[in-house]
């Protein structure tokens, strides 16, 4: 069941969605050459605080086999797709780094990601993040009521395919509300014209994970979190939290 949301509830996603901007704008501010990923989770933790928001990817435990993320962003660097666990490894110049924010606040999720340059970047991970980036905007841009939910999906297929890029398969973007992942899923690929009819009132996170290489990832057997790309090619993610209005999208994740 997709849930519609009232226009009050719209509006404490809104401000849950902006803790989320200005986590992610805080963070993007402070990468730089030689940060450690665990200072840019430190940061974030901080700025939730400040604007009385909550991570709601500490603690999350999707699946009872993996243990509970263990930090308040994601952070995924180069190869790194998401869901990368901020540690101890130093940013260097030249890598492309994944940052993903999910607060609550007053009982409501914000969800954004973008995917920051360390330094300057190589023509071709210039290309990858403008392209994402892009695929996030046409994605967007389909969410008007009477339009399907596929329409968004192969919009951004459609940028992907043009580029030559690998479309991550296995993970999506989602619904969202009261909960981190609600339905519909909103895959990154498929036909248009499908699924269920965009509504004014429903909330979903659209989020491309686009790679150079191929669309396969692989989970770290280790800490059972980062994703990344199996072939080792570099990948970039973005991200906003989207309403759909009477007068078209709605991004709830602006600063
Ligand atoms: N922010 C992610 C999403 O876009 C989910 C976070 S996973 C967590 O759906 F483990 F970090 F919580
Ligand atoms: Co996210
Ligand atoms: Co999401």
């Not at 009521?145 to 999906?153: C, E, Q």
Request: aromatic share 4%; proline share 6%; glycine share 10%.
């Amino acid at each position: 069941m997709i849930i519609i949301k009232s226009r009050r509830e719209i509006e404490a996603m809104r401000e849950a969605g902006r803790v989320a901007a200005r986590v992610l704008q805080a963070v993007g501010q402070a990468i730089a050459p030689g940060v450690r990923t665990r200072e840019l989770d430190a940061l974030a933790a901080a700025v939730m605080a400040e604007h009385a928001a909550a991570s709601a990817d500490f603690g999350y435990q999707p699946d009872p086999r993996v243990p509970p993320y263990p930090a308040s962003i994601c952070v995924s660097v180069n190869e790194e797709v998401i869901h990368g666990v901020p540690g101890a490894r130093r940013l260097a110049e030249g890598d492309v780094v994944g940052v993903d924010v999910t607060v609550k606040r007053q009982g409501f999720i914000g969800d954004a990601a973008r995917t920051f340059p360390v330094g300057t970047l190589r023509p071709e991970a210039a290309k990858l993040l403008e392209v994402t980036e892009q695929a996030l905007a046409v994605g967007i841009a389909e969410c008007w009521p009477g339009r399907h939910l596929s329409d968004v999906s192969h919009a951004i297929e459609m940028v992907a395919r043009r580029n030559g890029y690998g479309i991550v398969r296995m993970y999506c973007g989602h619904g969202v509300g009261r909960s981190m992942h609600e339905e519909p899923e909103v895959p990154n690929y498929g036909a248009a014209g499908r699924g269920p009819l965009l509504q004014v009132g429903m909330t979903i996170a659209v989020e491309p994970m686009f790679n150079i290489g191929g669309s396969d990832v692989v989970v770290d057997r280790r800490d059972g979190w980062t994703v990344r790309t199996r072939d080792g090619s570099l990948s970039a993610h973005f991200e906003h939290t989207v309403s759909v209005g009477a007068d078209g999208p709605e991004l709830l994740t602006l600063p």
